[in-house]
Structure formats: structure tokens, C-alpha cells
């Protein structure tokens, strides 16, 4: 028996046991589960905070600029699912709290959505973590570091960030579309965008598409394994890009140093100005302009993909 096989029984024997737990308790009346009573709750924060800290293993996060200066929180919880809401140390706290095996079941009839509400101001650092559900920071907020997580969920982040962004994803889309000095992007099989302004990105996935577009960046650092790479209306000092069988595109892109590594992905697109060309392939075929200084350099490296860049 494989290792696979051994852990998915495993799971389905944990799964009968709390089933079998949930119908002991009630009887066997399995009508419980649907008979949740539901209230939304609102929480009113007066304490002073710099960091918050929010969690949730079921639901989605959503972070938006207060409309009256009031910081409070609002979310759906029961009997069965609480949600402890505090400040300690400058540190406001959020996260949710399962009463019992009931707690192990969201059959609601509302989304177990968390949504804060912050008055205007800068926060020195926010961390968001779900586990199914998505993750919003809307724009009109700004902090010093922020970091969000999550497994399926997407990511959405429209603030405004004064040092480092950072974003983990296993199967959820990345959105960037706020400001940063520097951008950490990791997803597995989700989409990585950056559109804001972001001086420095370094993106990374397996089997997600990566695109880096119009924003003010600097340097952009991408690495893709199927995944393709496309950059668009971008001016920077530097973008490199690495991907196994990933394509890597530049639509109206330009930088003075650029570096493209691929096994058998395809390098294509526009480039803004002249560069000096140095391009290695094994069976992949080449066209690019002939070089000339005064753009800066662009480096390729192929094993079979074919290479079609121009020069507008």
C-alpha cells in the first residue's frame, strides 16, 4: 500500500469518527446541522493599535477604509463558531474560535466573510491568513509591511505599502494592484498580476501565469516552471525571467539589463529600444533585430524554444 492510499484512509477514518461523534451527541438527528443559528456581530475597537493580525480557517478576509473613522469589525457567527476580537500590546487580534464538532461544520446560510474596518491612517503591519477563503485589502489604506495567506483562496491587495508586500497562494489568483517597494509573490497553481506600483517584484510558480504590467518597477524578478511570463508596457532597470516549459512574452516592454532562461518555452514580443543581443539555443530557431548599443543588453537562453523579438 502506498504512502498516497495509506493517507487517504487515514483522512476518511478521521472523517467517520467525527461524523459518528456529531450523530452520537444529537441522535443520529443529523437536521442539527442544518438548524445553525446565525448572528452578525459587530465589534467596536476604541484601544490604539500599529499591527493587526487576522485569522480565518473557513471564510474570506476583507479589509476596507472606514467610512466614519470607526474601527470595528463585522462577521456571521453561532453557538458553534465564535470570533475573538482583541487588542493586546498594539496588537489588534482577530480570529475565530470552533465550539465543539458542530464547530467543525459551516452549513450557515450567510458567507463567513470578516470584514475590518479601518479609519484612515498608516499601520506599521497587517498579516491576513485564511484557509478557504479569500483575502481583500481594498485601496485607501497604507501600511509599512503587509502579509497574506492562503491555500485556495485568491488575493487582492489595493493598499498601499511602504516596505515589503508579501503573498502566498497554493491554488488561489495574486493581485497586485496597489503600491509597494518590494513585492513577494509565491503561488502554485494560481495566476501572479502586478499592476500597481511596485519598485521591486520577485514572483514565483509552478503551473500559474505571471504578469507584470504597467506599473512604475524598477526590477522584476520572475521565475515560472510551466507557467508562462509576460511583461507589458513596462520600463525598468532590470527584468529576468526563468521558466521550464513556460512561454515569456514582452508586449511594448523595455529594460537596460534583461535576462530570459527557458528549457523549451518560446521567447517573443517588443522591446521599446535597440539592445545588444546574446542568444544561446540548442534546436530552437532565432530572429531578433541586429544588435546595437545604447538600450542596454538582453540575454536568452534556450534548449528547444524558438526566439522572435522586434524592436518598435
Not at 139 to 167: C, K, P, Q, R, Y
Not at 263 to 270: A, P, R, Y
Request: hydrophobic share 40%; net charge negative.
Amino acid at each position: 500500500m502506498n504512502k498516497v492510499i495509506k493517507i487517504g484512509l487515514i483522512c476518511m477514518a478521521i472523517g467517520a469518527v467525527l461524523v459518528a461523534g456529531v450523530g452520537v451527541i444529537h441522535g443520529f438527528d443529523f437536521r442539527v446541522l442544518a438548524e445553525t443559528v446565525e448572528q452578525k456581530k459587530a465589534f467596536e475597537i476604541n484601544e490604539p493599535f500599529a499591527e493587526i493580525e487576522v485569522g480565518s480557517d473557513s471564510g474570506t478576509i476583507r479589509v476596507e477604509k472606514s467610512q466614519d473613522n470607526v474601527c470595528r469589525v463585522e462577521c456571521w457567527q453561532s453557538e458553534n463558531y465564535m470570533y475573538n476580537v482583541s487588542v493586546q500590546a498594539g496588537r489588534l487580534k482577530i480570529e475565530g474560535e470552533r465550539e465543539g464538532l458542530l464547530g467543525l461544520f459551516h452549513l450557515g446560510a450567510n458567507d463567513p466573510v470578516i470584514c475590518l474596518y479601518l479609519p484612515e491612517g498608516t499601520y506599521d503591519r497587517i498579516g491576513a491568513e485564511a484557509a478557504s477563503g479569500d483575502v481583500v485589502i481594498a485601496e485607501g489604506l497604507t501600511f509599512g509591511n503587509v502579509a497574506m495567506n492562503t491555500a485556495s483562496g485568491n488575493i487582492t491587495f489595493s493598499g498601499a505599502v511602504s516596505d515589503t508586500v508579501e503573498a502566498k497562494s497554493a491554488s488561489g489568483k495574486i493581485q497586485i494592484f496597489g503600491s509597494a517597494n518590494c513585492a513577494e509573490l509565491h503561488s502554485t497553481s494560481g495566476s501572479v498580476s502586478v499592476t500597481g506600483d511596485v519598485k521591486t517584484i520577485h514572483a514565483q510558480t509552478t503551473s500559474g501565469g505571471v504578469r507584470i504590467a504597467d506599473g512604475a518597477v524598477e526590477t522584476a524578478n520572475v521565475s515560472a516552471t510551466s507557467g508562462g511570463v509576460t511583461f507589458e508596457g513596462v520600463n525598468a532597470e532590470s527584468l529576468s525571467a526563468s521558466t521550464d516549459s513556460g512561454s515569456v512574452k514582452f508586449v511594448n516592454a523595455d529594460a537596460q539589463r534583461m535576462s530570459v532562461e527557458t528549457v523549451s518555452g518560446s521567447v517573443t514580443g517588443t522591446l521599446r529600444t535597440d539592445k545588444v543581443f546574446n542568444v544561446k539555443t540548442t534546436s530552437g530557431n532565432v530572429k531578433t533585430p541586429r544588435s546595437a548599443a545604447g538600450g542596454g543588453e538582453c540575454d536568452i537562453q534556450t534548449t528547444s524554444g524558438d526566439v522572435n523579438i522586434t524592436v518598435e
